[in-house]
């Protein structure tokens, strides 16, 4: 192998600054098979209708097949983001189709809000804990992240005040705040629409973009639907984004962002450099799987598989774990998050779970201002039920384990 000398030389200052994502790294490890994982964000592919998608297929080739393999527009297929705007509006968003643009999934949405909004230096806030590639698309402008700590009810908005009136003191303008209020990634948890108003009250008082990312919200397994923060929105302030990846499959790279037609002309401007148009084929395959009225019974059989998984993990906390640990049952999503007694680092512990061939992310990863060193996040849609008692009775053992040693220590 030959390698260009001082090559850190050449690179700009912004690739120089950018650091491996740590969930990646660690799913590299989570790749032997004998190790549970409840690290990765994986849907179970269980979950992938398969079969149905291979009608759909069928009928696309057949009757679209050369829009299909083309090029396509930067917005995106008028007909999915027709339909995916009639959806919207049942969540209280009333929009029409040229406020949608179908993106290369929600990571390029959060790139896009980077590359919109932030100047080397800027400010933007976000959740403590926030979802790490939110984090990472973000750093990638060489910003400043806020963090906002979060409690059982997300986003907590009085410290949200606060930290902006500081902010503002010191003659600095947040960007934008970051929030995934829906069954959060990593926390789990559900802003109430309460503090959903609340959050629109402060954008429009303090003249900020509120910036919500929304992957979970269909994946709802108790307590009532709560519609999306945009669908409050009277300002044009909110850019909504969900996406495919959680509902029917992460390999579509598929999903789409909404905003005000002045905010979604930027997007489009932005988006273009980054790849001409998003996935044609699989923009045709979503519109058919939704015109078929396949999409709403598909995300029930979901939840029906992720409901028990997510009880099954609950249920394993309390018989392996010690006692001392706070977890709140996610009503929704794929995460639950569970901080440890003190005196456990969940990221020197990794090491040790590993060796017991369980796997998770520490809650460090999650936190810009640092914190969540006895915080970890656990996946529940990916193992099977029988793995997710199994990987949770290894991980009770690791920590008891780790407690004992600590008392040794004090
Ligand atoms: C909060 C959040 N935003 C964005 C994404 C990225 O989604 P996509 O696959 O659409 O890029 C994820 C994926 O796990 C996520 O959890």
Redesign the pocket.
């Known amino acids: 192998m030959v390698f260009i000398p001082n090559i850190d030389r050449l690179y700009s200052d912004r690739a120089g600054k950018m650091r491996k994502s740590v969930i990646r790294e660690l799913l590299k490890v989570t790749q032997d098979p004998e190790i549970i994982s409840f690290a990765g ?1 994986l849907p179970n592919p269980k979950s992938f209708p398969i079969n149905d998608l291979k009608g759909v297929i069928e009928q696309v080739m057949d009757h679209n097949g050369k829009a299909a393999l083309q090029y396509g527009t930067t917005q995106g297929l008028n007909e999915l983001r027709e339909i995916l705007a009639e959806r919207a509006y049942k969540d209280g968003i009333e929009v029409d189709a040229d406020q949608v643009i179908i ?8 790139d896009t809000v980077g590359k919109m909004f932030l100047n080397p230096g800027d400010t933007a806030i976000c959740g403590l804990p926030t ?1 790490l ?2 984090i990472n698309a973000f750093r990638a402008y060489e910003s400043n992240l806020m963090g906002i700590p979060l409690d059982e009810d997300g986003l907590q908005v009085d410290v949200l005040e606060e930290k902006i009136k500081e902010l503002l003191k010191k003659e600095i303008t947040p960007k934008f705040i970051y929030t ?1 209020p829906t069954f ?2 990593p926390a789990g948890v559900i802003m109430p629409e309460s503090r959903r108003k609340k959050l629109i009250d402060i954008a429009n008082q303090y003249d900020l973009v509120i910036v919500e ?4 919200g269909k994946l709802r397994y108790d307590g009532p639907h709560i519609n999306p923060i945009k669908s409050f929105d009277d300002e044009g302030r909110v850019i909504y ?6 509902i029917l499959s ?1 390999g579509f ?3 789409w962002t909404i905003a005000s037609p002045e905010l979604t002309r930027k997007m489009v401007i932005c988006k273009q450099a980054l790849d001409l148009c998003t996935n044609t084929f699989t923009q045709f395959i979503a519109a058919e799987f939704l015109r078929r009225g396949s999409m709403d019974l598909h995300i029930m059989k979901i939840c029906e598989l992720y409901k028990p998984k997510r009880d099954i993990m609950m249920n394993a906390m309390p018989k392996y774990f010690p006692d001392g640990y706070t977890c709140y049952k996610p009503q929704g999503g ?1 995460f639950a998050w569970v901080t440890l007694p003190k005196g456990i680092d969940t990221e020197t512990m990794f090491l040790d779970a590993i060796k017991e061939k369980v796997a998770y992310v520490h809650g460090k990863a999650f936190h810009v201002n640092g914190g969540g060193e006895r915080s970890m996040r656990l996946n529940f849609s990916y193992s099977t039920d029988e793995q997710i008692d199994e990987g949770m009775k290894r991980l009770g053992a690791v920590i008891k384990k780790k407690l004992e040693k600590r008392e040794l220590v004090y």
């Open positions: 964000g993106v290369s999934g929600s990571q390029q949405a959060l979802y590639g939110g995934v959060q990634n990312d929304d992957p979970y984004m969900s996406t495919f990846s959680k992460p790279r598929l999903a794929m």
